[in-house]
């Protein structure tokens, strides 16, 4: 099916982070974090706002430096600035990044074009319709609801083919039927063997055998607390 082909990592694949520390505004927003996501493995995080998630989720992608620790990706120690691990990644910030005025086929097109990912027609309509945008994709993005522009956004990730997804708030504007849409989406990437870090205020019904949450506090000083268990949703 389209979303275990896109996901499917070629081998297995693990993020070990440990000692993260993040330095923002001069302000410590967090440090000493660390966690390991083997395949199929999620980590769900959470914490108050201005707490540092975004900037968790930046540094991960290498879009933020980080000041102190160290990422491994399927054990090879990392640069921020490491090409080859940037594209075994997806990334999802608070803005869908496509335009407003190509329409979403030709924002899905954009994407995958730069992402190398070959146009495969029936691959696509398979996500369009697991996330009920078929009747949409026609139309520029900028005649799009903020949800519907969320689900396109989804699109571009899942289409993605990228084994890591660091997803900010992928809930956001979604409704319940949504929400339901992402989880199951969700739920094929790590069947397939994938890795997920996701920002979530509500949190996500993801399994809990395969979910760790790391709540981050809002007081930069503490420890953050990693826990072994899904949040429901
Ligand atoms: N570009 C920036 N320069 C300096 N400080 C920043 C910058 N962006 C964010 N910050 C600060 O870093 C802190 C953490 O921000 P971040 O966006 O990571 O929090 P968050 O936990 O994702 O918040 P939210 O739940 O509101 O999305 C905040 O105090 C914020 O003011």
């Known amino acids: 099916m389209a979303g275990d082909g896109a996901a499917a990592p070629d081998r297995p694949v693990s993020l070990a982070v440990s000692g993260l520390g993040c330095l923002r505004g001069g302000k410590v927003l967090f440090r000493d974090l660390g966690f390991v ?21 930046r540094s991960l992608a290498g879009l933020l430096p980080w000041r102190a620790g160290q990422l491994q990706w399927c054990g090879h120690t990392l640069k921020p600035t490491d090409a080859a691990y940037a594209q075994r990644l997806a990334y999802l910030g608070h803005h869908s990044g496509m335009s407003d005025t190509l329409t ?8 995958l074009t730069l ?20 009747d949409m994709v026609s139309r520029p993005l900028g005649r799009l609801s903020q949800g519907q522009r969320r689900r396109l956004a989804l699109a571009r990730v899942w289409l993605s083919q990228r084994p890591l997804w660091l997803l900010d708030e992928p809930d956001n504007s ?33 399994p809990p055998q395969h979910t760790q949450t790391l709540s981050l506090s809002a007081a930069a000083e503490r420890a953050p607390a990693l826990v072994q268990e899904a949040v429901p949703c």
């Open 37 to 57: 996501l083997e395949r199929g493995q999620a980590l769900v995080v959470n914490g108050a706002n201005g707490a540092g998630k975004s900037s968790l989720l």
């Open 104 to 111: 979403g086929l030709e924002n899905l097109r954009f994407a």
């Open 115 to 134: 992402a190398e990912v070959p146009w495969d027609t029936g691959q696509v309509q398979q996500v369009l319709q697991q996330l009920a945008l078929q």
């Open 174 to 206: 979604l409704d319940g039927e949504g929400c339901q849409r992402l989880v199951q989406m969700l739920d094929q990437h790590l069947d397939a063997g994938g890795l997920a870090v996701v920002v979530c205020h509500r949190g996500l019904a993801l």
